[in-house]
Antibody
Framework: QVQLQESGPRLVKPSQTLSLTCTVS????????WSWIRQPPGKGLEWIGY???????TYNPSLKRRVTISLDRPKNQFSLNLSSVTAADTALYYC???????????WGQGTLVTVSS | QSVLTQPPSTSETPGQRVTISCSGS????????VYWYRQLPGTAPKLLIY???QRPSGVPDRFSGAKSGTSASLAISGLRSEDEADYFC???????????FGGGTKLTVL
């Protein structure tokens, strides 16, 4: 069964770029939507965007100016870059496999990224 | 303020049935499938219901989903203490071009 694992720096300075990678094991990247979702501490879920297996992307318009999501097929990974971060970007970041844009299963365990100097 | 509206909390006693509502609009629930996720304390969300009322394998039939117009609901029967969790609804929004989530409902099993 497919499993996802997020990795990357847990602490990012303001104005810098947050970079996370999601490693997919137990299955291929082909044929699915690979998504990022975040959850500020104690708050609800915010969809960031996805990269389709073809490489096409769709982003949340509220983050579009700062977000890039990309695939690395040979490594069975996909990545999130969020530029010009502020404290408001502090959150648990989850990656997820999507059968469709909203059908997200499974999710990674999540990684807490803190934006602070 | 979430695009999909859920009650912040609900509670019920073990063995009883509880229903969690999710209210949206014509651009999201009214025209797209609804998904439900459960988030146990300290863990990642997990898919509970897909395409309005379908259960993934492994999800017991105590959980059921329904949709009518621009609203959806999740029902849990035979409540157990381990059902204490946050429950989120989600759908694609055609106008905003985003996946929208409800604010989540915290279920307490008394």
């Amino acid at each position: 069964q497919v499993q996802l694992q997020e990795s990357g720096p847990r602490l990012v300075k303001p104005s810098q770029t947050l970079s996370l990678t999601c490693t997919v094991s137990g299955g291929s990247i082909s044929g699915f939507y690979w998504s990022w979702i975040r959850q500020p501490p104690g708050k609800g879920l915010e969809w960031i965007g996805y990269v389709y297996y073809s490489g096409s992307t769709t982003y949340n318009p509220s983050l579009k100016r700062r977000v890039t999501i990309s695939l690395d097929r040979p490594k069975n990974q996909f990545s999130l870059n969020l530029s010009s971060v502020t404290a408001a970007d502090t959150a648990l970041y989850y990656c997820a496999k999507g059968e469709t844009n909203s059908w997200l299963d499974p999710w990674g365990q999540g990684t807490l990224v803190t934006v602070s100097s | 303020q979430s695009v999909l509206t859920q009650p912040p909390s609900t509670s019920e006693t073990p063995g009883q049935r509880v229903t969690i509502s999710c209210s949206g609009s014509s651009s999201n629930i009214g025209s797209n499938s609804v998904y439900w996720y459960r988030q146990l304390p300290g863990t990642a969300p997990k898919l509970l219901i897909y395409r309005n009322n379908q259960r993934p394998s492994g999800v017991p039939d105590r959980f059921s989903g329904a949709k009518s117009g621009t609203s959806a609901s999740l029902a849990i029967s035979g409540l157990r203490s381990e059902d204490e969790a946050d429950y989120f609804c989600a759908a694609w929004d055609d106008s905003l071009s985003v996946v929208v989530f409800g604010g989540g409902t915290k279920l307490t099993v008394l």
